[in-house]
C-alpha cells in the first residue's frame, strides 16, 4: 500500500513552460486534492475533486488545470509556468469523514 | 466556516510537555477538531481529531472545553523529533470537498536539547 505518491519530487522550468504535476492514490479515495506552500507558509488549496470527472477550483486555482478522469490519478497542469508558482506542491487525499493522507511533495522552481 | 488562531512559535526542551492551544470562537455544531503535523520538506500528517472533552492517542492529547471555543494540543514529554509545524483545524468531518481543510500558517515549535 504506498499511499499518495507524487511526481516527480523537484522540477525546475523555464517561464511559460507547460508541465504535469502526477498525483496517485491506492486507498480508493473519493476525495482528491492539491496544495501549494511558500516559503514560510501554510498550505493554499488549488483543485480539488470529490470524485472521477468531477472537480471544482480552491483558494489559488489561477494559472493551474485539474482532471480526474480516474479514482486513482488526479494530475495538476501548469499552463504557462511563471516564477510567481515556484513553491512546493502536495497532494491529498481522503474518504468522506476521515482524515487526509499527503504524498511527498514536488519542490517545482520557475527560472 | 470557522477561523482558528494559533502562535506562530513555541520553543521547548527535550523532556518536557508541550501545549500548544488553538482558539475558534465561532465553531458550528457539527465541526470537529483536527490537528496535523508537518516535518520539513514533507506532507501533513493527522495527528488527532476530536469533538469534545478529551482524547488521548499514542501520539499525543487533544483537550476541548465544554464551550469548544478553544482546544489545546498536548504533547508529552517532546523530543528533538517533534520539531515540527502544528496546524489547527475546524470543520464539518462530512463535508465533500477540500474547502474547509484550511491549513493557515500553524505553530512551528523548535524542541531543543
Known amino acids: 500500500n504506498a499511499g499518495v505518491t507524487q511526481t516527480p519530487k523537484f522540477q525546475v522550468l523555464k517561464t511559460g513552460q507547460s508541465m504535469t504535476l502526477q498525483c496517485a492514490q491506492d486507498?480508493?479515495?473519493?476525495?482528491m486534492s492539491w496544495y501549494r506552500q511558500d516559503p514560510g507558509m501554510g498550505l493554499r488549496l488549488i483543485h480539488y475533486?470529490?470524485?472521477?470527472?468531477?472537480?471544482d477550483q480552491g483558494e489559488v486555482p489561477n494559472g493551474y488545470n485539474v482532471s480526474r478522469s480516474t479514482t486513482e490519478d488526479f494530475p495538476l497542469r501548469l499552463l504557462s509556468a511563471a516564477p510567481s508558482q515556484t513553491s512546493v506542491y502536495f497532494c491529498?487525499?481522503?474518504?468522506?469523514?476521515?482524515?487526509?493522507?499527503f504524498g511527498q511533495g514536488t519542490r517545482l522552481t520557475v527560472v | 466556516l470557522a477561523k482558528t488562531t494559533q502562535p506562530i512559535s513555541m520553543d521547548s526542551y527535550e523532556g518536557q510537555e508541550v501545549n500548544i492551544t488553538c482558539s475558534h470562537n465561532?465553531?458550528?455544531?457539527?465541526?470537529?477538531i483536527t490537528w496535523y503535523q508537518q516535518f520539513p520538506s514533507q506532507g501533513p500528517r493527522f495527528i488527532i481529531q476530536?469533538?469534545?472533552t478529551k482524547v488521548t492517542n499514542e501520539v499525543a492529547s487533544l483537550f476541548i472545553p465544554a464551550d469548544r471555543k478553544s482546544s489545546t494540543l498536548s504533547l508529552p514529554r517532546v523530543s528533538l523529533s517533534d520539531t515540527a509545524v502544528y496546524y489547527c483545524l475546524v470543520g464539518d468531518r462530512r463535508n465533500t470537498g477540500f474547502q474547509k481543510l484550511v491549513f493557515g500558517t500553524g505553530t512551528r515549535l523548535l524542541v531543543s536539547p
Open positions: 486507498m480508493n479515495h473519493e476525495y
Open positions: 491529498a487525499s481522503r474518504k468522506e469523514g476521515t482524515e487526509a493522507f
Open positions: 475533486s470529490v470524485g472521477a470527472g468531477i472537480t
Open positions: 476530536g469533538y469534545k
Open positions: 465561532n465553531i458550528a455544531t457539527n465541526d470537529y
